[in-house]
């Protein structure tokens, strides 16, 4: 089993920063993508970025030049720098992470998620 544990949300106005980071834990083998999705109220759950086991990254066009994406395969975490942050980046934030364990194989496993609220 995998555990999945965001933490870094928060209030924060607009124009700030914050730092979100996401651990995995439990019988994990191999990591794969690991990636940052939100969901506002009355929204459909997106893509925010995502970062793949050779350290390339996808964004939504929305975070491209204000997020940062990062990874430490050591610590098998995963991390999202928001910087100029807007209202409109207000969401529960929810980690998810392509994981094979030892017994299992490559699964999607998603945290609780974290709220982050902006405002103006």
């Known amino acids: 089993q995998v555990q999945v544990v965001e933490s870094g949300g928060g209030l924060v106005q607009a124009g700030g920063s914050l730092r979100l980071s996401c651990a995995a834990s439990?019988?994990?083998?191999?990591?794969?993508?690991m990636g940052w999705y939100r969901q506002a109220p009355g929204k459909e759950r997106e893509l925010v970025a995502r970062?793949?086991?050779?350290?390339?990254?996808d964004y939504a066009d929305s975070v491209k030049t204000r997020f940062t994406i990062s990874r430490d395969n050591a610590k098998n975490t995963v991390y999202l720098q928001m910087n100029s942050l807007k209202p409109e980046d207000t969401a529960v934030y929810y980690c998810?992470?392509?994981?094979?364990?030892?017994?299992?194989?490559?699964?999607?496993?998603w945290g609780q998620g974290t709220q982050v609220t902006v405002s103006s």
């Open positions: 998810a992470i392509q994981a094979r364990t030892w017994e299992r194989a490559f699964s999607d496993y």
């Open positions: 439990g019988s994990i083998f191999m990591l794969n993508d």
């Open positions: 970062i793949h086991s050779d350290d390339t990254a």
